[in-house]
């Protein structure tokens, strides 16, 4: 029996770590040749060569999705060592928190940059080599709860995610004649890295009523995800299963936001 993604040559940035690890090990146990993008180089090395290891295929590359051209590079790649690009995951992504009334203008422009210009690039050129290989190919974009709803203590973040979920509906509509599908998913409170770190910065600026166990006591199924609760929609998405789908966010949050 083959994988949902038997053969597919799928590239993820920020796959390092957090909710970019768990879907390049869950792409690669159905079968996907992962591209592991991250700008930190040794741990995406080392969660591909535990696909490895595992009997899967996988390598990492060093890529920064603010500098077009390691994007380019990391595509690039990806076909020089299997041939094609079928999918790319626009995962990669970062917070700082500051009170509202403390926002610089610097803070908004890093988050701007990294969480939404990074997916701009990484959209722009996996499209133009789908383009190249004929037509046909999936974009996934991680977007979040906080652009559906803006939260005061991490503002930057929430206007970020908006324009993730923003690009996904321009860029579907224009890359649908091509054959190409866009669509993202939202995750809520997930246990990852970036998330205690947040917990961290939150409390040192007196917050911590916008952590994560504040923010986890509102779901309604009664408990946080793990990097794993997010691999099933993220396989979906970039299988055959959702070929009619495009220009949509799907939540993956258990019942918190309910929009």
């Known amino acids: 029996m083959t994988g949902r993604v038997e053969g597919?040559?799928?590239?993820?940035?920020g796959g390092g770590s957090g909710i970019g690890a768990a879907i390049s090990r869950g792409l690669a146990a159905e079968g996907a040749n992962v591209l592991l993008?991250?700008?930190d180089l040794d741990a995406a090395r080392g969660v591909a060569n535990a696909i490895v290891g595992s009997g899967g295929t996988?390598?990492?590359?060093?890529?920064?999705?603010?500098?077009?051209?390691?994007?380019?590079?990391?595509?690039?790649?990806?076909?020089?060592?299997?041939?094609?690009?079928?999918?790319?995951?626009?995962?990669?992504?970062?917070?700082?928190?500051?009170?509202?009334?403390?926002?610089?203008?610097?803070?908004?422009?890093?988050?701007?940059?990294?969480?939404?210009?990074?997916?701009?690039?990484?959209?722009?050129?996996?499209?133009?080599?789908?383009?190249?290989?004929?037509?046909?190919?999936?974009v996934v974009n991680t977007a979040s709860i906080a652009g559906r709803t803006g939260f005061p203590s991490f503002?930057?973040?929430?206007?970020?995610?908006?324009?993730?979920?923003?690009l996904t509906?321009?860029?579907?509509?224009?890359?649908?004649?091509?054959?190409?599908?866009?669509?993202?998913?939202?995750p809520g409170v997930v246990a990852t890295p970036l998330?205690?770190?947040?917990?961290?910065?939150?409390?040192?600026?007196g917050a911590a009523d916008a952590g994560f166990d504040s923010m986890a006591a509102d779901i309604l199924l009664g408990r946080p995800a793990q990097p794993e609760d997010i691999v099933p929609t993220a396989l979906f998405l970039a299988s055959a299963d959702s070929d009619y789908i495009t220009g949509q966010i799907i939540p993956i949050e258990g019942g918190m936001i309910l929009v």
């Open 155 to 166: 503002a930057p973040y929430s206007a970020s995610k908006a324009a993730v979920i923003s």
């Open 8 to 13: 597919r040559t799928i590239v993820v940035t």
């Open 37 to 39: 993008a991250d700008l």
């Open 58 to 138: 996988a390598l990492a590359i060093e890529v920064d999705v603010t500098d077009r051209r390691t994007v380019r590079a990391a595509v690039g790649r990806a076909v020089q060592e299997f041939g094609r690009l079928d999918g790319f995951f626009n995962n990669a992504g970062m917070n700082a928190p500051m009170p509202f009334l403390e926002i610089t203008e610097e803070n908004f422009e890093r988050l701007m940059r990294v969480n939404a210009i990074g997916v701009l690039i990484g959209i722009q050129e996996a499209a133009k080599r789908f383009i190249e290989q004929g037509g046909g190919g999936k």
């Open 169 to 186: 509906q321009a860029a579907a509509r224009d890359l649908a004649p091509h054959g190409v599908t866009v669509n993202g998913f939202a």
């Open 195 to 205: 998330w205690k770190r947040l917990d961290a910065d939150l409390a040192a600026m």
